[in-house]
């Protein structure tokens, strides 16, 4: 039987209290927290005493696509013919990279938003899940979507990136494309099937892809009824890529669960996003970070007109009162650099100790996971990330994860004792 750990550093965030707490000891048993700055500690439990860091459960990312970017690949989005050039092993394979660099950022938790290229019908994002799962390789805790659902000519059809020419590229159902009532049902139905745990939509257009306007509806109001009822009744969320008002209305009228982006939305849409309790991932840094220079002249003006109205909405959403969960769509914003929408969130409105709920146990709760992720509690997984200083204060130090624990096993910086230990408050 392996012997408990006891984790010791000189303070934990309690994101529930929004508290710094002075000292840090929790004790691991397997996967699960067993105990938080008990009275006695196990004997002959193994310690790692992290000295003078702040311990935090593991981050987590709402929306992110590990077979697209990383190594080989410009920083950034758009990808040069990222939909044909790769075949589906490869890619998969250069995912484990992206996976290892996310969760050694301290994403212990990310949901892969959607598959928009070309499998055979595979889904990439599952087997990829699997393998982190079973211990094969390093990276998060993956809630997959498989194939984005989208109508021909979509945002998240693959054809549309590059405009790519009849024929080239030929989808299938299984890989996304579904038009009409009917198709979408079985698009839902074969995701499901084959092991995705939350379903993407494409319900409005997009910034980087030559589909319709950004703001333009896609789907109908039937089709995202369908589209939700499907995955409703197999106990699945559906979280819809949506940029225009109209669409963001449309998808809370059908009961979809989360709006991605959710850009041009107005102060009425707002509104009824905290009436209906609908989850907002708003993906706020790629509006100042996303390189954009290679992309066509066309993409480079929706990008000019959407993205400041992107800047201006979100104040409004935090204000209101929108449940906001933390998502970059990296590689629009590179693996391994989640944190920097942590200090965007900071920047548009909310305080630290909000942008790290955002991150933690708002996004628990929109993978309905929030009784076991998110917090430093009795009987919750051991995800647990250590920084230095006081992150309620200073939300940047979340760039600087010194240690990860991930299902009570250690991935990054085990060493013994870094510096002296000091409480903050």
Same mark, same amino acid.
């Given at each position: 039987m392996t012997a408990p750990t006891v984790l010791r550093a000189a303070r934990w965030a309690d994101v529930d209290e929004e508290e +710094?707490?002075?000292?840090?000891? +929790? #004790? #691991?048993?397997?996967?699960?927290?067993?105990? *938080?700055?008990p009275a006695e500690v196990p004997a002959g439990a193994h310690e790692i005493d992290l000295g003078d860091l702040t311990l935090l459960p593991g981050l987590m990312d709402m929306e992110l696509n590990f077979l697209i970017g990383g190594p080989e690949t410009p920083t950034g989005l758009p990808l040069p013919m990222h939909g044909v050039q790769d075949d589906p092993a490869y890619r998969t394979i250069r995912a484990t990279l992206n996976a290892r660099k996310t969760l050694l950022a301290g994403f212990t938790t990310v949901r892969n938003l959607g598959l928009m290229v070309k499998t055979g019908g595979y889904l990439l994002d599952v087997a990829l899940q699997r393998a982190i799962d079973q211990g094969w390789v390093e990276g998060p805790r993956i809630i997959p979507a498989g194939h984005a659902v989208t109508p021909y000519g979509g945002h998240l059809d693959p054809t549309v990136f590059q405009r790519l020419a009849p024929g080239v590229m030929p989808l299938s159902i299984g890989e996304g494309i579904a038009n009409g009532v009917g198709e979408v049902r079985a698009c839902v139905r074969y995701q499901i099937r084959h092991g995705a745990k939350v379903i993407k939509v494409s319900a409005s257009g997009g910034v980087m892809s030559h589909s319709t306007g950004p703001g333009s509806q896609q789907y109908s109001d039937e089709e995202l009824a369908a589209i939700a009822d499907e995955a409703h009744r197999a106990g699945i969320r559906v979280a819809a890529h949506a940029v225009g008002d109209r669409a963001v209305r449309a998808c809370i009228r059908a009961g979809i669960d989360c709006i991605e982006h959710g850009f041009l939305a107005s102060d009425e849409t707002i509104a009824m996003m905290v009436e209906h309790g609908t989850f907002l991932v708003s993906t706020t840094y790629l509006t100042d970070a996303m390189d954009i220079e290679r992309a066509a002249p066309e993409l480079r003006k929706k990008a000019a007109e959407v993205f400041p109205r992107a800047r201006s909405m979100l104040p409004k959403a935090v204000a209101a009162g929108v449940k906001i969960a933390c998502g970059t769509d990296a590689p629009a914003v590179p693996h391994g650099d989640n944190a920097k929408e942590l200090i965007a969130l900071v920047e548009r409105g909310m305080t630290p100790v909000q942008a790290l709920r955002a991150a933690t146990v708002t996004s628990a709760e929109l993978i309905e996971l929030d009784h076991e992720l998110g917090r430093l509690r009795e009987g919750c997984l051991a995800d647990v990330i250590a920084v230095p200083g006081d992150p309620?204060?200073? +939300?940047? #130090?979340?760039?600087? *994860?010194?240690?990860?624990?991930?299902?009570?096993?250690?991935?990054k910086g085990a060493e013994s004792s870094i510096g002296t230990p000091i409480c903050l408050r």
């Open positions: +710094i707490r002075c000292p840090a000891v +929790i #004790v #691991v048993e397997g996967d699960r927290i067993v105990a *938080v700055n309620f204060r200073d +939300i940047t #130090v979340t760039r600087d *994860v010194r240690f990860v624990m991930k299902d009570g096993r250690v991935h």
